[in-house]
């Protein structure tokens, strides 16, 4: 697989082609798979990724420590706010939905990691809802995702524990906003300044859950996330370019994570974990009910 | 080499995919080495792993990979019942392996009859594993293809012995990996096969009067 942005934008490029159709064919290479088996697996990621965001727009569901879930919902039937009735506001649900499905030990496609399950999912489902866009053009904005995320897994981390939220979160943002311009129709080099201004949108985000649970922040990150790719999507669309390319913002996220303190690296030493209010729901939610066995 | 289907990937049961899916892969990786369902365990976890690990359902996971489920059984969020009962004796204990290690690292040793072993691997974000280390030896195995690592004699020949045994057993070498310390000193050998070997050919390769210690892991990723 690529190690380099810049490298497979080169070679679509040169080739005519998309960056799905070299990545796809750089994977049926290194895995001695034809491209066909490859696809398979990805329609089976996206049929998993469908059935998360609908199980979690239901809003019956609740974490164990019962401190996230229902909110993916409300975007459904509460109030509405000035983005009501625009894709926007459905892939901010999406992207809740899919990461309350996770919080509750649901079935969810990890990409790139599971606390940043719901950026890809609500961004390109949401949008593919949005403008009617066929599964077989989902299934290579996915192979697209893949691409990006295997050079951030190559040349930074995909670990929060390793590089913090901007690496889980933030990388999913970055692989959402690349294979969504895909997806819509733009060229090679704006999916490149698609991640590059995703990722440095959210460069520094600190891994920082209550009680090192997977659940607050992490959902409503991966909404906030999600913003993020579609803000960075219309920009790249728009034919903004970002200075600094890609694999060198990406470079950076790896830089930060590496001197980013322990406390802001999944161990809920810092940031909200640490917080009076984020301290007492863990002890009163989390700990309380490992306790009691729960 | 990160595969595409990592990172769209694995289908798992949540909330982690380092300390639900990779724990689950790395007590996979571990029952290999007994050849089965060990019966007991000590599970000493490092780092995030000591941390967080129980409300990211690590120990669930780890407990399950043990028992053979994969990332997407649904039965691992109920591993430690199903545990207690089979009447397994699983142990956890919190340690520190050094700043070197990896956040999110695990030592297990394990016994299932006479065969004993221990494996040091860590949970390297998205899902992906390494196992560093077993029985005292350093390895890498990914778990990403299936792999037999091997320690033997540094002899004339033993190679093709080796690819010998494993043709005979329709398994297609994939990677070959071998180093040894000096010249005539222990060879030791790490080899991807594309295609599952059974515990025969693990056998096989002990039998082998120059090996002093060969293992077979599964692969574990999607």
Known sequence: ?294 | MVSLLDIIGPVMVGPSSSHTAGACRLGLLARCLVGGTPERARIELHGSFARTGEGHGTDKALVGGLMGFRPDDERLRTALEIMEREGLDYQFEKTSLGDDAHPNTVRITLERGDRKSQMTGASLGAGRVLVTDIDGYPVEVSGNLHTIVLVANDVKGSVARIAGLLADANCNIATLKLSRKARGGDAFMVIEVDDQPDESVRDAIRALPWVTWAFRLDKVSA
């Open chain 1, 1 to 294: 697989m690529y190690k380099s942005l810049a490298e497979a934008i080169r070679d679509a490029e040169a080739q005519g082609t998309t960056l799905s159709a070299v990545a796809l064919a750089a994977e049926a290479q290194d895995q001695g798979r034809p491209v066909s088996e490859i696809r398979d697996a990805l329609r089976r990621a996206l049929v998993v990724m469908r059935e998360a965001v609908d199980r979690g727009l239901v809003g019956d569901l609740r974490s164990t420590s019962e401190l996230v879930g229902g909110d993916a919902a409300k975007l459904r039937t509460g109030p509405a706010g000035p983005l009501a009735g625009t894709p926007f506001r459905d892939v901010l649900a999406r992207a809740l939905a899919v990461q309350e499905v996770n919080a509750a030990m649901g079935v969810i496609v990890a990409a790139p990691t599971a606390g940043g399950a719901g950026v890809l999912p609500a961004v390109l489902t949401g949008l593919a809802a949005a403008r009617g866009i066929d599964d077989e053009r989902v299934i290579d904005a996915l192979a697209t995702a893949g691409l990006i995320g295997a050079v951030v897994a190559e040349r930074a981390s995909l670990s929060g524990a390793e590089g913090g939220c901007q690496a889980e979160t933030g990388a999913a943002a970055g692989m959402a906003a690349g294979a969504a311009v895909e997806m819509l129709g733009g060229t090679p080099r704006q999916v490149g300044h698609a991640t590059a201004l995703a990722q440095q949108g959210t460069l520094g985000l600190v891994c920082d859950p209550l009680g090192g649970l997977v659940e607050l922040p992490c959902v409503f990150r991966n909404a906030t996330g999600a913003a993020i790719a579609l803000a960075a999507i219309e920009m790249a669309m728009a034919g903004i370019e970002f200075a600094i390319p890609a694999d060198e913002v990406i470079d950076t996220m790896g830089e930060i994570g590496a001197s980013m303190d322990v406390r802001y690296r999944e161990t809920a030493g810092g940031g909200l974990a640490a917080t009076p209010t984020g301290r007492r729901l863990a002890r009163e939610r989390l700990y309380e009910l490992k306790r009691s066995g729960g």
